[in-house]
C-alpha cells in the first residue's frame, strides 16, 4: 500500500491535465525491482499482490493516486516543437521515501493521453526492459538516473517495425520536469505560471537557491552545475544517450527517457547510438557540447526571470564544472588521486590508445587494475603494443609519485576496481534477456539486473556476463521506436 502526496497537482493547469490509465490486456508481473523496493523499505508481498498489478496495469487507480498527464514542449534534434507532452504515461501521484526525499511514481506506457498525437500511448517490452536495466547499471556506477521498480508484461498487440507486445514500467524518481516544461511555459507566453514552476523547482529541488539573493539565479546556476556533472558522467562511463532532445532532460540533472541508448564497448568517440540520427547530432562525443546546447534553450526561457548577463553569467560556469569533474572522475578510473598537471594528457593518451587499437573500453580500465603494473604484458594490443608500453612508462611514474603519498599496488587495484565495472550493459546481453523475458522467461532478466546492480565485484554464477560482444551482435541495430 502506498501513501501518495502529490504536489504536481498543486501547479497551474497549463502543465498537466488529469488522465486515467488504460489497461492492458491480460498484465503479469514480469519483474520486481526488489533492491529498490528494499531502499523504500515497500512492503514486497504487497507488489506480488493483485491490488498492485492491477495499478500496474493501467486497471484501475491505486488509492491516493491522481493520475495526470503532464505538458510540456521541447526542441528534438534542432527543432522546435510545442506540441509534446506525456503522450504514453502519467504521472500517478508523489510518495515520500524513508530517508525522507519525494518521489514521483510515473507509469510508462499507460495508455493513449491528450499529448499522444499519432501515438498508441503504449511502451513495447523490449524497450521497458531497455529502460530498466539502463536505470539500474547507471545508477550503480553513480550516475544519477530514473529507475524503475516493475515491469508489468502482455498480450496487447503494438504495432512498432514488427508487431510487438506492450508493457507498462512503473518509474520512480525525484523529478519529472523536463527543460521542456519552461520551454512550454515560455514561448506560449504563460510567464506567471513559469514563475510558480520556477518556485515549485526551488522549493522541491533547489532548496539552497532560496538563501540567495536572486533565487531565479540559484535555480539556474544548480541546473547547470548539475547538468555539467551528469555530463562529465556520462562521458567518463561510456554512456550514449542517444536522444538528447530537451524534453529528455530532467531540470535535477538526471539520466532521463531512454531510446536507443548505448554504452561504449569497443571505444570509438563517435559512435552514434540511434540509427534514425542522421546526421550525429547526438554522436557520443558531442554529448558534452549538446548538455550546453540544451541549457541555452533553457536559459532563453529564463529571460522571463534574470536580465541576459545574469543568465550569460550562469551559462559561463558550464565549461568549468564538467572539466572540473570529468578531470577528478577520470583520474578516479585510474586510480590517481587529485588531479595534477600533467593528467589530463596523460588520460587523453590512454583515451587515444584504445581508440587506434580498437580496444574495449570497460575491459582495458579492468585490465589496468586487475594486474600489478609491472606484470602487464601488451602482447595483446596489436602493432599499438610499443605505444602501450610508453604510455604504462608514464602512467606508472605518475602511480609512484602517488603512492609515496599514500597508497600500495594492491590499493591502487582495489581503488580501480571500485570504480570500474566488470559487468556492463552490452547491447548484446540487453537482447539476449529481452529475446527470454519475450517467450515469458524472466530469469536472465534477474541475474543480469544483479550483475548491473553491483557491476565491481566478479562472481562466478556471472561471469558469462563480462564478456565483449560476440560476432552475431555486431550488426544489432537498436532504432528510435519504442
Ligand atoms: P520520446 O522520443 O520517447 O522522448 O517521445 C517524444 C514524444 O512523443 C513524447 O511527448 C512522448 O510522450 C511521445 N510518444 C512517444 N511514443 C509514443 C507513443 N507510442 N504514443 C504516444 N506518444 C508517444
Ligand atoms: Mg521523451
Known sequence: MLAFDNSYV????????????????????????AALATELELDIAWWHSPEALAGLAGDGVWPGADPVAMKYAGHQFGGWNPDLGDGRGVLLGEIISPQGQRLDLHLKGSGPTPFSRQGDGRAVLRSSIREYLAGEALHALGVPSTRALA???????????????????????????????????????????????ADYCIERYYPEAKAQS????????????????????????G?????????????????????????????DPYLICNHSDHNGRYAWYLQPSVGLWNLNALAQSFTALLSIPEIEL???????????????????????????????????GWLALLQRAK???PQRFRWLSEHDIADLST?????????????????QQRVEKQKAVDYSEPERQA??????????????????????????????????????????TRRSELEHFDAAAPEWASCLSISCSS
Open 10 to 33: 498543486t501547479l497551474p493547469t497549463s502543465l498537466w491535465r488529469r488522465q486515467r490509465p488504460t489497461p492492458i490486456q491480460n498484465a503479469k508481473l514480469l519483474t520486481l525491482n
Open 314 to 348: 550562469a551559462l559561463a560556469q558550464y565549461e568549468p564544472q564538467l572539466v572540473k569533474h570529468y578531470d577528478q572522475c577520470m583520474n578516479a578510473k585510474l586510480g590517481l588521486g587529485a588531479v595534477q598537471d600533467g593528467d589530463r594528457d596523460l588520460v587523453a
Open 415 to 456: 581503488a580501480m576496481q571500485a570504480v570500474n565495472p566488470c559487468y556492463v550493459l552490452r547491447n548484446y546481453l540487453a537482447q539476449q534477456v529481452i529475446e527470454a523475458a519475450e517467450q515469458g522467461d524472466a530469469k536472465p532478466l534477474e541475474l543480469l539486473t544483479q550483475a548491473l546492480q553491483s557491476p565491481f
Open 359 to 361: 580496444q574495449d573500453y
Open 239 to 267: 554512456f550514449a544517450h542517444g536522444v538528447m532532445n530537451t524534453d529528455n532532460f530532467s531540470i535535477a540533472g538526471e539520466t532521463l527517457d531512454f531510446g536507443p541508448y548505448g554504452f561504449l564497448e569497443q571505444y
Open 379 to 395: 602482447d595483446d594490443w596489436g602493432v599499438q603494443a610499443a605505444e602501450v608500453q610508453q604510455w604504462l612508462q608514464r602512467y
Open 214 to 237: 536572486k533565487p531565479y539565479m540559484g535555480l539556474l546556476e544548480g541546473i547547470i552545475k548539475r547538468t555539467a556533472k551528469l555530463m562529465a558522467d556520462w562521458q567518463c562511463q
Open 151 to 197: 515491469i508489468v508484461s502482455s498480450t496487447h498487440p503494438v504495432r512498432r517495425e514488427r508487431m510487438e507486445t506492450a508493457a507498462t514500467l512503473l518509474r520512480v524518481t525525484p523529478c519529472h520536469i523536463r527543460f521542456g516544461h519552461f520551454e512550454w511555459l515560455f514561448h506560449s507566453n504563460q510567464h506567471n505560471d513559469l514563475r510558480d514552476l
